[in-house]
């Protein structure tokens, strides 16, 4: 499989959660990988995946790139035949800028786009979207798919910056090839996963993680009244290698969505499984008044805010029938994710703290 892709992969954003996970994989295969970080002076970032290539088939090298300076992304296309972009800001609170996640979006996006152009080497671009922009909304009728897109004149959650950033990148995606001369044209896919869960390779900041640690330490005395859909990292991971191979992924978007969970019985699949490790969260909702209340002056309850009450179902169809993923256990998933968070000190071990059990 990596044989006929010498020329090298490119991963852009490559210390980000999905991304050091995706060069995991590749490296694993025997792909030659260059990935992209923004200072090869942060050890924090650099080392980890350093030390992924170690007694690997394939090759990885670093190299410097910035979503916002077009001028370091020739250098980082030049030579690779497929590149998958996953870089994109993804904050756990919604700034009062827009442009801080939008620009960095669309005009990075832009930007990793003009270069494949200009190197004329590129075959594919798998560009990591959300399933933001295909909606979130209210979905008892009928499950949102891939011929869907987000609407910001919905209101709510839908016009806020995440999620136009995400609508916004990935619409100019599309468009950016599509103008293309054919003889300059490269082939795009979009893979859009929910709310990413699953064990992480690295100890470094990210907001899916943020999110479990917050349970996992008791952050909350009541949770908020929100559902989040979630996908399993690992499935993540096997949609953008198969999309940056299947001839049938040119042009698609998927859907990468396991099942719909309420924050509260996330809590509560957490604190049944640690409680006794010294780890407890509260599955108390909180009442509707209050979250409006703290949302006039907390930016993060401000989006809890605009999710409450909100079940949006996602339909997986195309992801199992086109790219044969069947998606894992995204409940297995949040648990093997809260362990690995403890073992890699993102979340500090407590006395009784005794691991995972495994059963021969």
Request: aromatic share 6%; proline share 6%.
């Amino acid at each position: 499989m990596g044989s006929k892709y010498h020329a090298g992969v490119l991963v852009t954003g490559a210390s980000g959660y999905i991304a050091t996970s995706i060069v995991n994989d590749l490296l694993k295969k025997g792909f030659s990988v260059r990935g992209t970080v923004r200072s090869l002076k942060n050890p924090g970032k650099v080392n980890p995946l350093k030390s992924l290539a170690d007694g690997k088939p394939g090759k990885l090298e670093l190299v410097e790139a910035d979503l916002l300076k077009p001028e370091t992304w020739r250098s980082a296309v030049s030579g690779c035949s497929h590149v998958l972009h996953t870089a994109s800001p993804f904050p756990f609170e919604q700034p009062a800028d827009a442009d801080v996640v939008i620009r960095p979006a669309v005009d990075g996006t832009l930007n990793v786009l003009k270069a494949c152009k200009e190197a004329g080497c590129v075959e594919r671009v798998v560009v990591t979207s959300s399933i933001a922009s295909v909606g979130i909304r209210h979905t008892p009728e009928k499950p949102l798919n891939e011929n869907d897109w987000t609407d910001p004149n919905n209101g709510g959650i839908e016009g806020e910056p995440y999620v136009l950033s995400k609508l916004m990148a990935e619409k100019a995606a599309f468009d950016f090839v599509k103008s293309l001369p054919e003889k300059e044209r490269f082939e795009l896919c979009t893979v859009l996963p929910g709310y990413v869960v699953g064990p992480t390779l690295t100890d470094q900041p990210a907001t899916s993680l943020d999110t479990i640690k917050r349970i996992m330490v008791g952050g909350d005395l009541l949770v908020p009244d929100v559902n989040l859909t979630f996908v399993d990292i690992r499935d993540v991971v096997d949609a953008h290698l198969v999309c940056m191979t299947s001839p049938k992924a040119a042009g698609q978007r998927y859907l990468v969505v396991d099942k719909v969970q309420a924050y509260a019985a996330v809590c509560k699949l957490l604190n049944d499984e640690f409680s006794s490790q010294g780890y407890s969260s509260s599955s108390r909702l909180a009442p509707r008044f209050l979250i409006r209340l703290m949302s006039l002056f907390d930016k993060a309850a401000r989006t809890m805010n605009l999710l409450w009450g909100i079940v949006c179902e996602y339909d997986n169809t195309k992801l199992k029938e086109e790219l044969g993923i069947q998606p894992r256990d995204c409940r297995k998933a949040i648990i093997d994710m809260a362990y690995s968070l403890i073992d890699n000190g993102y979340i500090e071990k407590r006395d009784n703290y005794r691991g995972r059990i495994v059963v021969i």
